[in-house]
């Protein structure tokens, strides 16, 4: 890499904000929203591309939820819906975070990011390629080090995660949803039905099981267990049946629902030491 990205961000007098590294991050949900957090407050340039509708549960804390309202806020980093260059470093001049509905990242190309991270999480490759950047790192199982990307940073809930895999894969996907205050698949909120969604309670309020807290056209969504809604899909989004549409956290910690969560922040922390790692091995 002619910029020698490690030697910069080192020196002594920090340079210009423009001449940060770029980074570019698919998917602006919970766990994407842990990584460019991470990777802004360490001074990078970064750039987050999402669909036209994000199916975000974690709303209050995604940085996705800026395509439907125009900018948030999570944890003092503001990120903010633009549609062009000019916006993108606006945005940076700001200290901002941009985000672009960009599905098929073409900013990538326009660019031309030190690094590429895909965190869409869709437990598979979507499409990112080992030569997309000089960097490519991933989230988690569907990727494989050496081959779709240079690292892949363990996702699952345990000992090994954050973790950077330089040869092979994450866990794979088990299916089950990661434990939560001794809750698994119980604290997930599903679609009963295929239909359109709507939701009658809000992040953070305090609910009981058997109690209805959204619909699905006419048929009740019921938190199965007593707790806080961390997460809920946004409304008049068309969901199939059996789609994760909320998230109780049996915890009860109401601020939990509006910060940024342990597994986001050590996934980020994972995706850093990846892009300093592999930046350092190259310069």
Known sequence: ???????VLLAAKP?????????????????????????????????????????????????????YEGAITVD???ARLVENEAGIRAAW???EVPVVVDPQTEWVARLRPLAVVDAIMAKQNTGTR??????????????????DCHAVVETNRGHNLGR??????AEPDTG???????????RVLRAPVAGVFRSIRAIGDRVRAGEVVAYVDDTPV??????????????GLAVPAGMKVGDVDPRAVVSHCFTISDKALAIGGGVLEAILYLARRSV
Do not use: Y
């Open 1 to 7: 890499m002619s910029d020698k990205p490690f030697v």
């Open 15 to 67: 340079p210009a904000k423009q001449q940060n590294p770029i980074i570019i991050v698919k998917g602006g949900g919970d766990l994407g929203t842990g990584v460019a957090w991470r990777l802004h407050r360490c001074g990078f340039r970064v750039l987050v591309t999402e669909t036209p509708q994000p199916t975000v549960i974690r709303r209050t804390v995604a940085f996705a939820s800026a395509v």
């Open 76 to 78: 003092g980093v503001t």
């Open 93 to 95: 001049d700001a200290d």
């Open 130 to 147: 080992i030569t997309d950047a000089p960097i490519v790192v991933a989230l988690g199982p569907g990727f494989v080090a050496g081959v």
């Open 164 to 169: 950077v895999i330089l040869e092979g894969s």
């Open 176 to 186: 089950v949803p990661g434990e939560v205050g001794g809750e698994s698949a119980r």
């Open 222 to 235: 019921v938190s199965q267990l007593d707790g806080v809604l961390r997460g809920l899909l946004h409304d």
